[in-house]
């Protein structure tokens, strides 16, 4: 193909040099942007679509050619990897992740919603009864009866535990089997070994009445009340009164000072026992205890809780299951063994 260029005396007539066009702002102003995109000829008139459309056709065609030449696509197509720049750009905040905070169940109080009433015994030994218990069973008396009812529910596996003790070891390893002894010589045991944790524990307290821990102080708590009533011969009404204007301090002086007195009476074979030595043979045999019933020391009223059902006076949670149970007649005096209905 021959390519032939114009001369001024070969262009056609209807084709004119852009500086001879008449000096008119429009027709400038477009023939400019004719002469800009098409080269140096133009066509004459107000709207140059040809030339126009030529000029675009040219441009797309050059922008093309540069495209090719352009080193990237040529290391491209020599199967290059093209390399990335990318622009400095600050860095992304890392969200910092909430670590939820560990649900603390809340502890429930039942006294929160307890309530109390007057109940005399048959009411609560009927109330008992659909509680999954049986009628309290008498087990004898004569100042044993706290003891002869405790017995029948420990076991040997019981007695060993409190032999491996080693302030009770030298008191209990010269004894035949639990198993081996009669239901008097076993309450007559548990009397003894009962005076004698009583005894360790105040031989163990701290000096410091500050440093007593809660179930230290809850012992002496009942502890004071059975002293009272063996020592002092108060009736129930003074006896809550007392208890209830002696401070805690004041409760483990008063106990600490008169122990001694206090176990030499307990002691002997017919004399009463109260909560006191319930708690110690809790704490010997780790077994947990519940006393039920009336408890004229602490008030005149039985517990219930929010579905009526009767609550002991006396409930110590620490310790192996199935708990000791004993029901107490008349407020105060006398205990019967409680036991669990048979399933």
Not at 55 to 78: C, H, M, P, Q, Y
Not at 210 to 236: C, G, P, T, V
């Amino acid at each position: 193909m021959s390519i032939r260029y114009l001369t001024d005396s070969t262009i056609p007539h209807h084709f004119t040099k852009i500086d001879n066009a008449p000096k008119l702002a429009l027709r400038t102003t477009y023939r400019s942007i004719s002469y800009n995109l098409a080269g140096k000829y133009s066509v004459k008139g107000d709207f140059p679509n040809l030339l126009i459309f030529r000029g675009a056709i040219l441009s797309i065609i050059s922008g093309g050619f540069l495209l090719l030449l352009s080193k990237n696509v040529r290391e491209n197509w020599k199967g290059r990897q093209l390399q990335v720049i990318y622009l400095p750009e600050s860095k992304p905040k890392i969200p910092t992740p909430k670590i939820p905070k560990p649900k603390i169940p809340t502890p429930k109080i039942p006294s929160s919603k307890n309530t109390s009433t007057q109940m005399d015994d048959q009411s609560i030994i009927q109330q008992l009864t659909t509680q999954g218990f049986g009628l309290p069973e008498e087990k004898g008396g004569g100042g044993r009866c706290l003891f002869l009812s405790i017995a029948p529910q420990l076991t040997e596996a019981d007695f060993a535990h409190a032999i491996s003790i080693p302030h009770l070891n030298p008191l209990l390893c010269s004894f035949p089997e639990w198993i081996n002894l009669s239901a008097i010589e076993q309450a007559d045991l548990l009397r003894t070994i009962a005076l004698e944790a009583e005894s360790h524990f105040f031989r163990t307290l701290p000096v410091n009445p500050k440093d007593l821990i809660a179930e230290d102080l809850d012992w002496i708590r009942e502890l004071f009340k059975d002293m009272i009533q063996e020592l002092k011969y108060s009736s129930f009404d003074d006896l809550r009164k007392q208890v209830a204007a002696t401070s805690d301090l004041e409760k483990f002086e008063f106990c600490n000072q008169n122990f001694e007195t206090y176990k030499k009476r307990t002691i002997r074979p017919h004399n009463w026992a109260g909560t006191s030595e319930l708690i110690a043979l809790s704490k010997v045999f780790n077994r947990q205890t519940m006393a039920y019933g009336q408890d004229y020391a602490s008030s005149e009223k039985v517990l219930l809780d929010s579905d009526k059902n009767v609550l002991p006076y006396y409930h110590r949670q620490a310790g192996k299951t199935p708990p000791i149970v004993v029901f107490q007649l008349n407020g105060g005096g006398h205990y019967r063994l409680l036991p669990f209905k048979a399933k």
